[in-house]
């Protein structure tokens, strides 16, 4: 008679106990449901073995949405954690850190526009560079490409002067750029680089103006400035 005494006293302090921290637990869904009989210290009662007394409204779902006050996970990750969802049971993810921002573009350098005289270039008529005109583009356009990060394009243009006949000046032209092209390869810049461009007598300069009866050595002299190479380099500040 005395042990069915003590037994239903410890089983109505359990249910006080449970009463009692009920007021404290956050509504699960229904008021008064609990998956496991709190004790009198707010934690879930425990047997002998350690292990966590479920009420009748156990379920896991239940287990999983019940938190008990001050605690961080739900009170199921305490007492049957293996039946828990993993992710009721472990602190969220720290948040990603922001993606750096991309790298600002190289602010591109204002082009450089070199004139090369083909007298400072060429024998008359030819399309070999001499020495001293590998000396001027050593001197013109070589030095001026250093002063960029880096050389994104090189446009090479060759112009004639009105003298011989059009397709005769146009090929000469165009030999002229392929020759100060392939010199600057051989210095070390990216052919791929490079373009090459001939327009023969098609482009003078205005403000070049001579006179057809001057004697042919004085005509010469006088449309020098229209055989030229024109070299546009453009390419990233530094």
């Keep these: 008679m005395n042990d069915k005494l003590a037994r239903y006293a410890a089983a109505a302090a359990l249910a006080c106990a449970a009463l009692s921290v009920q007021a404290q637990t956050p509504d699960p869904g229904q008021a008064g449901v609990l998956p496991y009989v709190i004790d009198q210290r707010g934690m879930a009662a425990r047997s002998g073995t350690g292990l966590c007394w479920r009420t009748g409204y156990w379920s896991p779902q239940l287990a999983a949405e019940t938190k008990l006050p001050g605690a961080q996970f739900p009170v199921g990750c305490e007492c049957d954690k293996d039946l828990m969802p993993k992710e009721k049971c472990e602190p969220p993810p720290p948040p ?3 993606a750096p921002a991309p790298a600002a573009a190289p602010a591109p350098a204002a082009p450089k526009v070199i004139t090369l005289s083909a007298k400072s270039l060429f024998a008359f008529n030819k399309a070999v560079l001499t020495p001293e005109g590998r000396d001027a ?3 013109e356009v070589l030095s001026k490409m250093g002063e960029f990060k880096t050389v994104t394009s090189v446009i090479v243009s060759g112009h004639a002067d009105r003298l011989g006949s059009a397709a ?5 032209s165009e030999r002229r750029a392929e020759a100060v092209k392939a010199y600057l390869v051989s ?13 023969g007598k098609t482009q003078p300069v205005p403000e070049v103006k001579c006179d057809d009866k001057l004697k042919r050595k004085q005509l010469i002299e006088c449309l020098a400035p229209n055989r030229r190479v024109v070299v546009e380099v453009k390419g990233d500040a530094k």
Excluded: S
């Design 137 to 139: 583009v050593d001197k």
């Design 96 to 98: 990603a850190a922001p």
């Design 187 to 199: 210095k070390g810049v990216d052919a791929n680089t490079i373009e090459t461009f001939g327009y």
């Design 168 to 172: 005769y000046n146009q090929k000469l």
